[in-house]
């Protein structure tokens, strides 16, 4: 038999190591539309890795509280306020003018953003500043109005009426990487594209110490790969 002071050692040493072995329910936070296709990837990993995991994934475009809501760790796509949160960069991403090859066809391709007053250009009419597009000229961050005859309020109408031709859009190149990779639209005026979007997981202090939330901050930076987004 082995002596009582190593059957206690023996316990201590396997309750360490299921402390360690990621397990519970871990509560992740994302933007809508970048969740499912960007997120849920990683989450598929990081379960076949960690079953003793299970995953709790709620979608929403605003920055809300994270205690709050429970959540242990949220992805967050934009400039980070002033808080109290631990943060890491994940990225950043490209903010890009699209149209299809039928619009470039029968209107030809900008190449400098002045040209776009000579372009129709979808406008989204929820934005805070509707038909105003961002841009690096000679240095600086400008801003320009834009204008066209179709208009939405919401972005997937405008992606569907670019692919149909019906003029030039402006979004997150990553909303519509889909599209560009299978030729339905072309992106124009790269030279000219605003300073990206920086995208952070962020989470509240202490709660990387465990260690389900420690293994999927782990994967995030390699599995979120965003060189052409």
Known sequence: MKPAIDEIN?????????RSEPSGILRVGAPVLFGPDFVIPVIADYMRMHPQVEVDLQLADGFVDLNAEGLDLAIRIGNLPDSSLRARRLGALRRVVFGSPSYF???GRPTHPFELS??????????????????QIEGKHR???VAGSFRSNLMAPIYAAAVHG???????????????DDGRL????????????????????????????????????????????
């Open 10 to 18: 023996d316990a201590r040493l396997q309750a360490a190591n299921q």
């Open 105 to 107: 066809e029968r209107r």
């Open 118 to 135: 000579e372009h129709s250009c979808i406008v989204r009419t929820s934005d805070q500043r509707p038909g105003e597009w961002m841009f």
């Open 143 to 145: 801003a320009l109005k």
């Open 166 to 180: 019906l003029g030039l859009g402006y979004s997150p190149l990553w909303q519509i990487r889909h599209l560009v």
């Open 186 to 229: 072309e992106v124009v005026l790269s030279d000219f594209e605003p300073v990206p979007v920086p995208m952070h997981a962020v989470w509240p202090e202490g709660r990387s110490s465990s260690a389900k939330v420690r293994a999927f901050l782990d994967m995030l930076p390699s599995r979120l790969e965003f060189k052409n987004l």
